[in-house]
């Protein structure tokens, strides 16, 4: 749903630091909060804003804080390791297309 998509992606749900998120699906669409605190005394930080859970949920802050400076740098973190796995990934799908062009070709010129 609008809010939680953007980092429903990035997270798995679990302990982050100092941030616990909890990251899931439901049958319209993503979910996503971060909760701070002891498990047992806990305040969600991150979460529903407005609509209705299920329907037409919309995510964001629910207070400000230190953990929001945090947060932007673990998303900044997550997303630089997807783009190198993503870079990673694209030169290995390079490299497999030219070793398997050259098995080719030097089969081809045997023949």
């Not at 969600?44 to 207070?63: F, K, P, T």
């Not at 497999?96 to 023949?111: F, V």
Request: charged fraction near 30%; glycine fraction near 10%.
């Amino acid at each position: 749903m609008k809010g939680a998509n953007e980092y429903a992606g990035l997270f798995k749900s679990g302990q982050y630091g100092k941030l616990r998120i909890v990251s899931s699906r439901h049958a319209r669409g993503y979910t996503f909060q971060i909760f701070i605190g002891q498990p047992d005394n806990e305040v969600e930080v991150y979460g529903v804003i407005s609509g209705q859970m299920g329907w037409s949920e919309e995510y964001g802050c629910l207070h400000d804080g230190p953990w929001q400076e945090d947060f932007k740098n673990l998303v900044e973190e997550r997303k630089r390791k997807m783009k190198l796995l993503e870079d990673s990934t694209e030169k290995l799908k390079q490299r497999n297309l030219a070793d398997e062009k050259a098995r080719i070709a030097k089969i081809m010129s045997n023949y």
